[in-house]
């Protein structure tokens, strides 16, 4: 994982995530010490729009993470006027 991917965290990353989250990865946290296969990163949490609502530290299985595509947004259409 680097800097900027979007993944979507399940129970396949931790079984903390019965409901799955989508995190852009700030990044990795390689001073933490963890069991093999594990890792410890720090990201963005984000909603269905893709903006970010809460910055976390997650312990995730480094097997379990999934790669995921941000939201497409529209853009709006300027309002004519009179």
Not at 47 to 73: H, K, T
Request: net charge positive.
């Amino acid at each position: 994982m680097a800097a900027g991917d979007v993944v979507c965290l399940t129970t396949a990353a931790s079984v903390q995530f019965l409901r799955p989250i989508v995190v852009r990865v700030i990044r990795e946290l390689p001073e933490r010490h963890t069991y093999h296969g594990w890792v410890w990163i720090e990201g963005y949490q984000l909603n269905a729009a893709g903006d970010a609502v809460a910055r976390r530290e997650l312990f995730v299985m480094r097997a379990g993470v999934r790669m995921q595509a941000l939201p497409v947004r529209r853009r709006r259409r300027p309002v004519p006027v009179g």
